[in-house]
């Protein structure tokens, strides 16, 4: 017998209409006494350290308990089995980048865009909107869910739970995107933080019509790029007309790795080196099996 869980819409979530701290407690897998404590000393089980970007600098993390933690990481799951829209692409079991980058083969024009420090600019009032609003809490539910789920007033970094919960929290906000993009036959992917939008071509004043959604939730975008016939990169995945291609820095690192590893070197210093070598292979390994699904050629 299968134990896939399937999808359900928004109004069959266990959160839907909840009302019952008791039953809120069962879903989360903890007591009703155990529920408020972590809800009242949410704040105080975090520790904050930096840790280092791929491309250099360091990036804070704000990181809950392991109790804390394991609740975060309960709520994600029962959102997560929500039946999210064809635009989400992460975190969605079955979706990936890759698969992110694919819906916009053949387009002649992209245009990407990142929001500029999401989980920090998704507020408790945003996910307080969420679930007593679109979920129908009551509102002392919704404030227990709130606090569980946020960190000093927005949605913290190292949390299991802020992936799809900044979704959740920016639902509005998304499906006046995704209106948008219909509207206009665009082509719009949601990647987290990354936003992909591409059509035959983009009209620069339907383009502003989506930033100024963006906007007026109190998010801000950067790192704009626009591609118009040429090779466009979404979320790290080269696409060339109807292909998809791998990046050819991923291919001089491997290249690069490989010929380190033939040089003697120190058993800490070989281990890293094979670890950076796993990692890159396996993301060549996945732009090359769903190009391979779909029938494409990966390389120049």
């Known amino acids: 017998m299968s134990t896939k869980q399937k999808a359900y819409p ?23 006494p155990e529920m408020r404590k972590l809800a009242k000393d949410a704040d105080a089980l975090y ?73 920090p600019s998704t507020s408790s009032r945003r996910v307080y909107w969420f679930f007593n609003k679109v979920m129908g809490c009551e509102p002392d539910i919704a404030g227990i869910l709130v606090k569980l789920a946020t960190y000093e007033g927005h949605l913290p970094t190292g949390s299991p739970l802020s992936p799809i919960m900044s979704f959740y929290a920016n639902y509005d906000v998304w499906d006046a995107v995704a209106t948008i993009c219909c509207k206009n036959n665009y082509r719009l992917t949601v990647y987290i933080d990354d936003v992909t939008i591409s059509g035959r071509s983009l009209s620069p004043a339907v383009l502003w019509d989506i930033k100024r959604a963006i906007h007026r939730a109190g998010l801000r975008y950067h790192k704009e790029k626009h591609y118009e016939d ?32 033939k040089i003697p070197q120190s058993s800490a210093t070989e281990e890293k080196l094979r670890e950076r070598l796993s990692g890159l292979q396996g993301q060549v390994a996945q732009i090359l099996a769903v190009a391979r699904k779909e029938g494409m050629i990966t390389f120049n």
């Not at 928004?10 to 007591?31: C, D, E, I, M, N």
């Not at 930096?50 to 309960?74: C, D, F, I, W």
């Not at 990936?96 to 865009?113: D, E």
Request: proline fraction near 6%; glycine fraction near 8%.
């Open 47 to 119: 520790s904050e350290f930096e840790v280092p970007k791929k491309n250099g600098g360091t990036r804070g993390v704000e990181n809950p308990r392991r109790q804390l933690k394991l609740v975060q990481a309960r709520i994600a799951r029962i959102l997560g089995r929500i039946a999210p829209p064809n635009y989400l692409f992460c975190p969605v079991k079955g979706r990936c980048y890759v698969t992110n980058a694919s819906q916009h083969r053949g387009q002649r024009t992209v245009h990407c865009l990142d929001i500029r420090k999401y989980y």
């Open 10 to 32: 928004l109004h069959q979530s266990p959160f839907y209409k909840l009302a019952s701290k008791k039953r809120l407690a069962a879903l989360l897998g903890v007591t009703i």
């Open 230 to 261: 040429r090779p466009s990169e979404i979320t790290g995945v080269i696409v060339v007309g109807d292909r998809l291609v791998v990046p050819n820095r991923q291919l001089k690192k491997l290249h690069e790795i490989q010929i380190e590893l």
